[in-house]
């Protein structure tokens, strides 16, 4: 039994290594099919009526950036590009029986002329002279062109850091129309099982399609849709912009003898200047489709810290001006309003005979008692009310615009 196992066996090896083909055989064969009829500029195609079929895939490597101020998109990845050209095609048992495949230099080979149409510096053929692609005995090459891919992509930034971004690149075949070169999808979305996460985008859908231009010209397009991770903008930007906003409110309640309210208030304002200009450094200039709805939200912020340096300086005024000069009426009414219509908290020492024949407080008694200082203290009070309120709706206002979007 072991030696007929041992027999079979060395039969089968013998087989298998009368099969193998070699190098001679591949030698053999470069040389029949790149012979001097075969021209690597002339298209496949032993029916000319027919279109050659380009099947195109592509594997999605990793995002390399998304730059919103100049409109640069760039990822790697490797395209991969699989056609028919029977003029390479042979019968393996010609050459040594399994010689199924063979590799050979791009250069040797008709290729599709891919050019990015949205290429962000200038327009360029896709591959390298020194790359090698792979023939098959039927006649099918397979050409995989690993690269970077770089396109101009124009993005929304309305909603920015909680925006969603779709940038796509764009490859033609120049000089062949329609009827001459055919895309065909076999996979309509990436591959991704090779995809490093990006820290900044997540890739929520990935399209392969293709689409006729007004020029009647075949486009292969590729969509990547994204979604910003907007954790590190909400913890470096939005809520230390919302802390320093609300803390420009505290000046309302420092001392006003400290001397520290001007450059308090002042000191916060250009914190927040400095946050305006950061976020837009990082915006494009350009006014379309939409700025961001941040940059509203910034400069609101500013224009309310604007009128609040505007308010405490009124009010110090009030506060330092001399008791002698006469209270207007109108700021009588104010001082009254802000204090909910109450009459003023300043001790005032009355005798009982005073007491005791005044049954009512007429408005000029209370005019008497009233100081400037009462009046900074009502400046103070309406202040930190009305800013406190208008610090809330434009924060409040600018999330729900995002809940809405989200």
Request: glycine share 6%; hydrophobic share 40%; aromatic share 14%.
């Amino acid at each position: 039994m072991a030696g007929l196992f041992f027999a079979v066996s060395s039969l089968t090896c013998l087989f298998m290594f009368s099969e193998a083909y070699t190098i001679n055989d591949e030698l053999s064969l470069h040389a029949a099919i790149f012979n001097s009829t075969y021209d690597r500029d002339v298209r496949p195609g032993a029916t000319r009526s027919t279109p050659l079929q380009i099947n195109v895939t592509f594997t999605f490597k990793s995002i390399k950036e998304l730059d919103e101020s100049v409109g640069k998109f760039s990822i790697t990845g490797a395209l991969g590009v699989f056609w028919v050209d029977h003029r390479l095609s042979w019968n393996p048992a010609d050459y040594g029986g399994d010689l199924n495949t063979t590799v050979v230099p791009q250069k040797k080979v008709w290729i599709p002329f891919l050019v990015n149409m949205m290429d962000f510096d200038t327009l360029k053929e896709i591959g390298h002279n020194e790359l090698h692609l792979r023939v098959g005995s039927d006649g099918i090459v397979t050409w995989v062109t690993p690269n970077m891919f770089e396109s101009t992509c124009d993005a929304d930034m309305s909603y920015y850091p909680f925006d969603s971004q779709t940038c796509i690149l764009k490859f033609y075949i120049p000089g062949f129309t329609f009827s001459e070169i055919e895309f065909t999808i076999p996979r309509t979305s990436m591959d991704m099982n090779e995809y490093s996460k990006n820290g900044l985008w997540e890739v929520k859908e990935t399209r392969i399609y293709t689409a006729t231009n007004s020029q009647q010209i075949q486009e292969l397009r590729m969509a990547i849709s994204m979604k910003r991770r907007p954790v590190y903008y909400i913890s470096s930007l939005i809520l230390p912009v919302a802390f320093l906003s609300f803390l420009q409110l505290i000046v309302f309640l420092m001392p006003p003898d400290c001397g520290e309210r001007v450059g308090f208030v002042t000191t916060v304002l250009l914190a927040i200047a400095v946050y305006l200009t950061l976020v837009q450094d990082k915006l494009p200039e350009g006014s379309e489709p939409s700025v961001s709805y941040l940059s509203y939200k910034l400069l609101g912020d500013f224009m309310i810290g604007v009128f609040m340096t505007i308010s405490v300086i009124v009010g110090l005024r009030f506060y330092h001006r001399e008791d002698e000069k006469i209270i207007p009426s109108y700021l009588e009414t104010f001082h009254r309003i802000s204090f909910g219509c109450c009459r003023c908290r300043r001790k005032h020492k009355v005798n009982l005979e005073e007491k005791e024949s005044t049954k009512e407080v007429t408005i000029d008694s209370v005019s008497k008692i009233l100081t400037w200082r009462d009046i900074g203290m009502a400046t103070d009070r309406f202040s930190l009310i009305f800013f406190g309120m208008m610090l809330f709706n434009c924060n409040f206002v600018y999330l729900v615009v995002m809940a809405a979007f989200a």
